[in-house]
């Protein structure tokens, strides 16, 4: 049925591709003339790009990818679709207005894409190779790192965002800064964070929580500031193809049970979603050690997209810390 809905669009993009290449000076061309010069970059699924060498029209069909242009400083004009919950409050007007050229990362809308006359398309590496290359009738097209082996290195897809756009220098300050925060508070709460474990969770679905090891995303951020992390959950995620497992409410007990300091998958209005309600309801949650003690907290994203959803993780951290501190 996907391949149906693209090849039945391909139509309406060639047209949309044919009115907007004719004509002559316009303000579109006017956006563009910036990217004229073209340099050549390896993509995450190794393909050899010619990409604008200073793109001015940025699409991204996956979040993960919209946040680093965003941090990045890039021109975005289309993007994944996008839950303002997930966004800083003071984004939120200014995201929410790009176009959703994408309902979910799978099927793009070749033609609202064509529509926003974009001259880069970032694709996570999720995308059949069909897709693709109808894509790439559109604009160049950039894939980057969203699911397998390397998921869990989310600074990794940023540099691959960066080198996309030619903005190498940008993501250098961003991880500066980043580092010499992460440093600065293992310094400061090093009398707090020493001999602690950490857990992370998650809740998606019904009577389900999703557990963490330490070789995903959160952790990249929690380790380096000195915590260990919890050897019952690591158990429970060894084997998997990704640091990651689906687990029962009922063995809550059995997976963080060990953990000090229990962080939450939260939004950036520090609220959990449903879900985790849910289990936070339950006898078995309440009696872990770490919620008797009051030390669970909402810990931002589980799924980092750059480094301002990683930022928002030290905030909570942060916080966490100083409650710790303060009892």
């Known amino acids: 049925m996907k391949s149906r809905l693209l090849t039945l669009a391909a139509g309406a993009v060639a047209a949309t591709i044919a009115l907007t290449g004719c004509g002559g000076s316009s303000e579109a061309d006017d956006e563009t003339g910036a990217s004229a010069e073209t340099r050549t970059v390896t993509d995450a699924s190794g393909e050899e790009v010619e990409v604008p060498a200073d793109p001015q029209r940025v699409v991204t069909l996956h979040y993960a990818a919209t946040q680093s242009v965003l941090d990045l400083g890039a021109p975005l004009v289309g993007q994944g679709v996008v839950e303002e ?15 959703i050229v994408a309902t979910d990362s799978s099927e793009p809308d070749l033609e609202q894409i064509a529509g926003v006359e974009p001259d880069l398309v970032l694709a996570p590496n999720t995308l059949e190779e069909e897709v693709l290359d109808q894509l790439r009738d559109v604009a160049p097209v950039y894939v980057f790192t969203l699911r397998g082996g390397d998921r869990a290195n989310w600074t990794q897809r940023v540099d691959e965002v960066a080198d996309a756009l030619g903005r190498e220098e940008e993501k250098e300050e961003l991880a500066t800064e980043f580092e010499a925060r992460q440093s600065e508070l293992a310094a400061e709460y090093a009398d707090v964070i020493e001999g602690k474990s950490v857990g992370v969770i998650g809740a998606f679905e019904e009577n389900n929580f999703y557990a963490w090891g330490e070789d995903n995303m959160t952790a990249t951020i929690l380790l380096p500031l000195g915590f260990t992390w919890s050897a019952q959950e690591n158990a429970v995620v060894e084997g998997e193809e990704e640091p990651e497992a689906t687990v029962s409410f009922e063995k809550i007990g059995s997976t963080v049970g060990d953990a000090d300091i229990l962080f939450l998958d939260s939004d950036f209005r520090e609220q959990v979603n449903p879900f985790m309600e849910g289990l936070q309801k339950t006898t078995l949650y309440q009696d872990l050690p770490a919620v008797k003690a009051g030390h669970d907290y909402p810990g931002g994203k589980n799924t980092v997209a750059g480094y301002t959803d990683a930022n928002y993780v030290l905030d909570r951290v942060e916080d966490a810390l100083q409650d710790i501190q303060g009892s």
């Open 85 to 99: 919950d997930i966004l800083p409050e003071d984004e939120v007007e200014e995201v929410m207005a790009i176009p």
